[in-house]
């Protein structure tokens, strides 16, 4: 999402990098053009107006001019305005002393209210908290029955009432429920409209007075760039909502609502969605949104969705082998197949500091690594288990049976005879135990 705005910003910075010192002139021209790329990344002109006054207060305020690397910590002063302007510091949700605790999700139609409720019951049920779904949305066509095919993925049950109950007594019976079955947590749907309208936001007080509501999440779409802003400000006038997710951050919009959304409501975002699958939604974290839109990636989140992907017994058991100089395809097979689970490869790259610049224009598919592991499932076991074995004849029928040809099988064995020699290394003497934390890329 931010590509476009890392771009302009990396520019700038270069550009300061060239100066052998600084005057408050050429930080103005550099924070002239850092206004330009926020404006063009859909950023509210109050909202940069402020973010730049503060930066040159801080940046002349700190001695800038006389650093010995001026461009750098200029650098460091953006990137701490821009973790206060996210919203400074990671915001949990609050959970209720007595459960269940409930959440209420309010937003337009089509911002991904229902499936942003599935993902957060999957988040709570990986955390032996279970919730229960309730279906108040009673007037979108199929709404109740997507509650339920996404409920039913997340192994979540669902409240929804009979035809043509009222979407505050449904609220008030699950209410009930949970409480009945020992439920922890209590996940509101509620209605959309393609538009706010009087009718809609009196149904939400409606339920936000019954159920007492300890969490309500404004969902939004951050593809609407600025119009997500002012909805936002609209929703929390009314409904004095308590942190937001932002949805759809694996899109190709400009950034400006993540930017914009927190200083214009008070409230901070809690949660982004990055794709589509149920456990596409993080936590957000202000310094590690900062560091990535300024191409420091972020690789605490990297090691945290290996982790995730890769489960603590296979990680043993995979440092064994390495401890052993025995890492062979099998072992490489299992951390393709953890690699997929981490997401999408372009998202996993920008994680990784400098990785961006470095494949700037070039385009990463997400099905990079079907055709090796085609190849490698082609092999038999002894021949993934001895790969020296693969002589001519093999490696044709490999070839055949996976759909590529014999220089592809001849590039994956060259490569794969180069990822060994890497772990050899790694095993005499730079594996520590336990810091086997995240999946080898490999070649």
Not at 18 to 29: F, K, P, V
Not at 63 to 84: F, W
Not at 144 to 153: F, G, P, V
Not at 161 to 174: K, L
């Amino acid at each position: 999402m931010f590509e476009q705005l890392s771009q302009r910003l990396d520019e700038v910075f270069r550009q300061l990098r060239g100066h052998g010192r600084l005057t408050e002139r050429n930080i103005d021209e550099s924070l002239r053009e850092i206004r330009r790329s926020l404006l063009e990344a859909d950023v509210s002109y109050p909202v940069a107006r402020t973010f730049l006054q503060r930066v040159k207060e801080r940046a002349i305020g700190r001695n800038v001019l006389k650093s010995l690397t001026p461009g750098q910590q200029l650098i460091r002063v953006v990137h701490d305005e821009l973790v206060a302007l996210l919203g400074g510091e990671s915001s949990p949700l609050r959970l209720a002393d007595h459960p269940p605790t409930v959440i209420m999700l309010a937003g337009l139609q089509g911002c991904g209210k229902t499936t942003v409720a599935a993902k957060l019951a999957r988040q709570f049920r990986l955390q032996q908290r279970p919730a229960l779904l309730v279906a108040a949305d009673v007037y979108r066509p199929a709404a109740i029955e997507q509650l339920q095919t996404l409920a039913a993925a997340v192994g979540v049950p669902v409240y929804s009432g009979p035809p043509g109950s009222d979407p505050v007594a449904i609220c008030s019976e699950a209410l009930v429920q949970a409480r009945q079955t020992s439920r922890s947590v209590v996940i509101i749907d509620t209605a959309g409209r393609l538009s706010i309208d009087e009718e809609m936001m009196a149904e939400l007080e409606r339920i936000r007075a019954a159920v007492q509501p300890h969490e309500i999440l404004f969902v939004a779409d951050s593809m609407l760039g600025q119009d997500a802003v002012e909805t936002a400000r609209r929703f929390h006038e009314r409904l004095e909502f308590t942190g937001v997710v932002l949805t759809k951050l694996d899109g190709d919009a400009r950034g400006g609502a993540a930017l914009s959304i927190r200083e214009v409501t008070g409230k901070p975002i809690k949660f982004a969605g990055t794709g589509e699958k149920v456990e596409d939604l993080t936590a957000f974290h202000p310094d590690r949104m900062a560091a990535r839109i300024l191409g420091m990636g972020d690789v605490l989140s990297l090691v945290e969705k290996a982790e995730q992907a890769v489960e603590r017994e296979q990680a043993r058991k995979l440092e064994e082998r390495l401890r052993r100089e025995a890492f062979t395809f099998e072992d490489f097979l299992e951390q393709l197949q953890a690699v997929k689970k981490m997401g999408p490869l372009d998202q996993l790259l920008g994680m990784i500091p400098g990785a961006s610049k470095a494949l700037q224009g070039v385009r990463i598919e997400d099905d990079a690594f079907k055709h090796v592991e085609a190849m490698i499932r082609a092999m038999t076991r002894q021949e993934r288990l001895q790969p020296h074995i693969l002589n001519g004849s093999r490696r044709r029928r490999i070839a055949q049976g996976s759909g590529t040809s014999i220089q592809d099988v001849n590039r994956l064995l060259k490569q794969f005879e180069a990822m060994q020699k890497m772990v050899r290394q790694m095993s005499r003497g730079r594996l520590r135990r336990g810091k086997v934390a995240m999946p080898l890329l490999g070649g």
